[in-house]
């Protein structure tokens, strides 16, 4: 059972104010010695608990491993809406260990992410129909490269509905099963021990004038809540970088991504291809940029 902050906060400062009472009035009464060292532990007790309650990290971030994909595959997500079935292409899959650092039991509540990215700035993209289905962005760089933090939009619970499509034709599309090793979905049903990790694949989306490229991740920041409105941002430098689809297939092979049987033909299926921040745009201001295969 996990203790709220507010009860830890309430508890150590009564320890300490009453072991300070107490200890202050002994030692004026000449009280054993004895007694007054026990008292006076009462007091560094319950300072040593108010002081492990504000400044121990909520979590601590062991490892992670980056994926990048060129928009606008071989990875999609495709998800339901008012308008019908959308496809939003994945940009970037993260894998993430993330341990408990906290003394009491801790659920992960939500996540959010923004990365330091180096890109070309200004450039234009081309919208092109490819010959074995789908689409295929050319971009026209301006030659102003630049590294800025960009927010990385996540994708949530993508669990059995992600396709792999093999070869970059999509006619020929596997689907990919993360209810396992979803971070989302793991999150949601762990509670973390003190010391335990959660370990899973995250998802994200890019800005429009990010995706007909393949930009540089340098660093990530991590901003994760637990259950009890607890929040920590933890920046890491990226060290292994994942760039194409053979180092993809690795993950697949190992049994890491597990594919479900059967293939699947996306050109005969109605969608629209719809990134889901595009689609939350849509929602909030009546227009963006959308397109269709």
Not at 145 to 151: E, L
Not at 283 to 291: F, H, P, R
Request: aromatic share 10%; charged share 25%; proline share 4%.
């Amino acid at each position: 059972m996990e203790i709220p902050i507010l009860l830890q906060l309430i508890f150590a400062a009564l320890l300490g104010t009453a072991g300070s009472v107490i200890a202050q009035k002994y030692i004026e009464t000449h009280a054993p010695l004895i007694i007054t060292l026990c008292i006076i532990g009462m007091v560094i007790i319950g300072g040593h608990g108010i002081y492990r309650i504000y400044s121990k990290d909520i979590f601590k971030v062991t490892s992670i491993i980056q994926v990048r994909l060129k928009w606008p595959g071989p990875l999609v997500f495709c998800y339901p809406s008012a308008s019908g079935k959308n496809l939003s292409p994945i940009s970037v899959a993260l894998f993430v260990e993330v341990v408990n650092n906290k003394d009491v039991i801790s659920r992960i509540s939500s996540y959010e992410c923004r990365a330091l990215l180096e890109y070309d700035e200004g450039g234009n993209t081309v919208v092109n129909h490819a010959p074995n289905g789908g689409i295929k962005l050319e971009y026209k760089p301006a030659g102003k490269t630049v590294t800025k933090w960009r927010n990385l939009y996540g994708m949530g619970f993508v669990d059995n509905q992600v396709y792999y499509i093999t070869d970059h034709d999509w006619r020929k599309c596997k689907r990919v099963d993360f209810r396992n090793n979803g971070f989302d979905r793991l999150a949601k049903d762990t509670q973390l021990n003190p010391g335990e990790s959660l370990k899973g694949w995250m998802f994200f989306e890019l800005e429009h004038d990010l995706r007909g490229q393949l930009p540089e991740i340098k660093k990530v920041e991590l901003t994760f809540t637990n259950s009890v409105g607890e929040s920590q941002s933890l920046k890491i430098k990226i060290k292994q970088n994942v760039k194409d689809d053979n180092d993809m297939v690795n993950y697949i092979s190992s049994g890491e991504w597990i594919l479900l049987e059967g293939y699947h033909d996306l050109t005969k299926e109605k969608y629209t291809m719809t990134p889901m921040v595009d689609l939350r745009r849509i929602l909030k201001t009546g227009k963006s940029i959308i397109v269709n295969p």
